[in-house]
């Protein structure tokens, strides 16, 4: 049968061996499912660095870092060596995008949540969010500092304990209020609603928490923004969620129109302590094309949250169960926003991204083999993803439809020596006399001096040269840059770690020779350098093969649909860029013109199918030749 549509689902930093764990022990059925009646990628490699911009480009580009030059997490502003931007503006993309090709032969496609597609990518189709990491979340350029853009506010915690970063409250006799039931013991905190990581300002006057008196103690809590019992804007119980809260809110923007929920995660039977925590406000305009999708999105289940809140764990506001009902609630989203616009609107190609795994990880993956909570919370969001795959499944035709679950890279946990100290290659270049760092007074922090250093290792794996005819601060010399480079390779060979007398850096390689590894071009570093998988833990520097206790660096490839092999694990490299020549191909629809990967031809149950179309083709033409021919000699007409 005919590939008729195609949908691509992105996990970001998945474990693939967990994935296929967790499927095997009956915990992720649609997975499972797609396993056994397609295809598993055993070694799906991705390119170097593991960051999420350049692979998630890469998938939909079929080229090489060094083409597509969306190089890292953030890229260098020109001509400076101190400042970056963050990578996910389709501006900075050089290559061709698949739907980009694919609208030339007239198809449409739909962008779910998909990183470096912002401002929106698609001519003829539908885009829903793509700037960053969640669906309303824009990860704008020409911010000096990385800087997350979490709609009108990330999420907020008010509470009585001693928390980083919580807005303190204090629990006092409920005073001066309107319509509340006598015969009730009522205590009352304010709120001051300030917005956390946003590029607005909070015009709210205060909101207040009214704690009530149930009878067997304080266990409910009222929100509201003015002292009116009549006019709550959520009553909830101890442990438990209010339901989607949609309101308007003030800002020195004018007036944003949001979503969020509340959750008061703890109060005391006496009422004198509280913790209560608001989801981020979650932007209800501004992340779609066309704009009017956004209101036909609304009211779906789940929280269009832009991320899943692991700091939040960390800082102590939120457990462990909270935290897997916020990423729930997103994989929700995901899933109910796939399954709408699959279902009502015109499609060929979908391509979506989610992102929980990855955030879990950074956080969470050097306790998982050691505290069974922490694995269970894994298994959860792995569920979470698998039911959200089960949604669009119901969504589409598999008879018809190529579907694929492909990752930008995995995770690996850190080794001991590692988490207690952080593996700085700056430190081994400053050993060298190529950089120099000191304290600056004004902030206590440790910066570099540009006008004394000749190197530096900026983003995730790249060392730059100072260069005077390139950076507005440079020292060194054009024909000093290879000798420099030979002293940057020769440092990082020869460090050994004092702590481990191991030597954690796997190659380096000098820029005129990373094209072997798909890195090129003017925004890569003067030397490029990997480490052992075990030395930084999660991603982004280690080797693309690198295995490490529960972790993997290799990529997920599962696959299924017209003539794609049934139940076989697939022993060949199955590289990122291959992704996008073997949808063009099973398609018929055109290639992007930088592509540069293969078609997965091991995947086929019939790898010669395409030529057999072609022979039955010529076959059908010449016996169609024969018959006008033949008409010709004919005495009469009809």
């Known amino acids: 049968m005919k ?153 907020i915690c008010f509470t009585t304990e001693d928390l980083p970063e919580v807005y303190k409250v204090k629990v006092e006799k409920a005073d001066r209020w309107e319509n509340l039931p006598e015969g009730v013991d009522f205590k009352e905190c304010e709120l001051k609603i300030r917005f956390r990581w946003s590029d607005y300002i909070s015009k709210e006057n205060p909101w207040y928490a009214l704690l009530i008196n149930t009878g067997d103690g304080y266990n409910k809590v009222g929100i509201y923004r003015e002292k009116d019992g009549a006019c709550p804007v959520a009553l909830v119980e101890k442990g438990q969620w209010s339901e989607k809260i949609y309101m308007e809110v003030e800002t020195d923007k004018g007036k944003k129109k949001v979503v969020f929920r509340i959750k008061v995660i703890d109060i005391s039977s006496d009422g004198e302590k509280i913790k209560i925590y608001f989801t981020p406000l979650c932007s209800l305009s501004g992340f779609a094309f066309p704009q009017v999708i956004e209101q036909e999105l609304e009211s779906l289940d789940g929280l269009p949250l832009p991320s899943t809140e692991t700091i939040s764990y960390r800082l102590g506001w939120i457990d ?187 190659f380096a390689l000098k820029k005129q020779d990373a094209r072997i590894i798909g890195l090129y071009g003017e925004r890569i570093g003067d030397v490029i350098y990997g480490v052992y998988p075990e030395v930084s833990g999660e991603h982004g520097r280690q080797l ?25 694990i697939v022993k060949r490299t199955i590289w990122l860029t291959d992704i996008v020549p073997t949808i063009c191909y ?9 592509c540069e990967g293969a078609v997965l031809y091991q995947i086929f149950q019939d790898p010669d199918f395409k030529r057999k179309e072609i022979e039955k083709l010529k076959e059908n033409y010449g016996r169609l030749k024969k018959a006008i021919d033949s008409e010709k000699f004919l005495t009469h007409r009809y």
């Open 586 to 594: 099973l398609m018929d629809i055109p290639v992007p013109k930088d």
């Open 544 to 568: 693309t093969t690198g295995e490490y206790g529960i972790g993997s660096m290799k990529g997920l490839f599962i696959a299924k649909g017209p003539n794609i092999k049934k139940g076989e």
């Open 3 to 155: 590939t008729e549509k195609c949908v691509v689902i992105g996990w970001d930093a998945p474990v693939a061996k967990r994935v296929k764990k967790y499927a095997e022990e009956g915990f992720m059925p649609n997975t499972k499912r797609l396993i056994e009646k397609g295809v598993w990628g055993e070694n799906c490699l991705v390119p170097h660095p593991t960051i999420t911009p350049p692979n998630w480009t890469t998938i939909v580009t079929g080229s090489w870092i060094g083409t597509h030059q969306i190089v890292c997490f953030n890229l260098l502003e020109e001509g400076q060596l101190e400042k970056t931007y963050p990578a996910f503006c389709k501006d900075d993309c050089k290559a061709e995008y698949i739907w980009e090709a694919a609208e030339k032969a007239g198809k449409r496609t739909i962008l779910l949540n998909y990183p470096t597609t912002w401002p929106n990518a698609v001519k003829n189709g539908i885009q829903v969010g793509g700037g960053g990491l969640g669906i309303n979340e824009y990860r704008l350029r020409g911010v000096e500092e990385w800087t997350m853009k979490c709609d009108v506010s990330a999420d």
């Open 320 to 506: 462990l169960n909270t935290l897997s009902q916020l990423i729930d609630f997103q994989n929700i989203y995901y899933g109910e926003c796939a399954r709408y616009l699959l279902k009502n609107k015109e499609w060929d190609l979908f391509f979506m991204h989610a992102h929980c795994p990855d955030h879990f990880y950074h956080i969470l993956i050097n306790e998982i083999e050691n505290d069974k909570k922490v694995e269970e919370a894994e298994r959860d969001f792995y569920q979470s993803l698998d039911r959200m795959v089960g949604k669009i499944l119901e969504s589409i035709d598999e008879e018809k439809t190529l579907i694929m679950i492909t990752s930008d890279h995995g995770a690996v946990p850190t080794s001991k020596e590692y988490q207690e100290e952080y593996f700085d290659v700056n430190k081994i270049l400053e050993n060298k006399g190529l950089l120099v760092r000191e304290i600056d007074e004004a902030t206590g922090r440790v910066k570099i001096i540009w006008e004394r250093t000749k190197a530096a290792a900026q983003l995730s794996c790249y060392i730059y040269i100072n260069l005077k005819s390139k950076y507005s601060n440079g020292i060194v010399e054009d024909n000093e840059y290879e000798k420099i480079q030979d002293e940057i390779i020769k440092a990082l060979y020869d460090y050994t770690d004092p702590e481990t007398g191991k030597k954690p850096i796997a």
